[in-house]
């Protein structure tokens, strides 16, 4: 294994390494969500909204994560809404200083919910994949690359709406539970799909925080 300056594991087993309680040269720096920065568009010429459907500037925005800041990960997700947007809900991709938003709450009951039967090829799906799949190309070997999934809690934000779903949570649990029970299926196969294309690791996002519940 080639030396690095830093010490003599690469970014990839270093992480990983400390990630399953192993032992390391140094500690590992790892950003399982997003570093984003104006700054690292302009540095690396892929700019929002566009990195959000498109693989190839996804993949070279999340490098910086890397190449620029010198972490031990590269994390291609930038928003919150690759699950919902490919479940059908519509999004608004937001201009260079700002983030995806969904536009619409379109579902009242569990019972409307069904995952569609091309959830992995919609554009917000395959770009994630695609972009994991550049990435592995790349930097497969050297650093750790990272998925993200957004759990069923955070998908039901999307698909029912902030307020309907916590007011549920006091007035109708019963079906907030089954809300979590059929929309987890859908974080289920974006993440197996994101292992499949080549992550290391998941990141499982779930918006059950605090100052919301």
């Not at 570093?35 to 500037?57: Q, R």
Request: proline content about 7%.
């Amino acid at each position: 294994m080639a030396r690095r300056k830093d010490g003599w594991m690469t970014p990839k087993r270093r992480f990983l390494s400390a990630l399953f309680g192993g032992r390391v040269d140094r500690i590992p720096v790892g950003n399982p969500t997003s570093v984003v920065t104006l700054e690292l568009m302009k540095i690396s010429g892929a700019f929002f909204p566009e990195v959000h459907l498109n693989p190839e500037k996804m993949a070279r925005l999340a490098a910086t994560s890397y190449e620029v800041l010198g972490y031990d990960t590269i994390m291609p997700v930038f928003g919150a809404h690759t699950e919902s947007a490919a479940l059908g809900i519509p999004v608004d991709w937001g201009e260079q200083l700002s983030w995806p938003v969904n536009t619409d709450h379109p579902i009242t009951d569990p019972s409307q919910f069904s995952i569609p039967k091309d959830f992995l090829e919609h554009p917000s799906m395959n770009t994630v994949l695609r972009a994991i799949e550049i990435l592995r190309r790349e930097y497969g070997d050297r650093v750790a690359i990272i998925g993200k999934v957004y759990g069923p809690w955070s998908l039901a934000y999307h698909l029912v709406g902030t307020q309907d779903f916590l007011m549920d949570t006091l007035l109708d649990p019963d079906k907030v539970k089954k809300y979590l029970g059929v929309l987890l299926e859908a974080s289920m196969i974006s993440g197996k799909a994101q292992l499949k294309a080549g992550a290391d690791v998941i990141l499982w996002g779930d918006h059950a925080t605090g100052d919301l519940v």
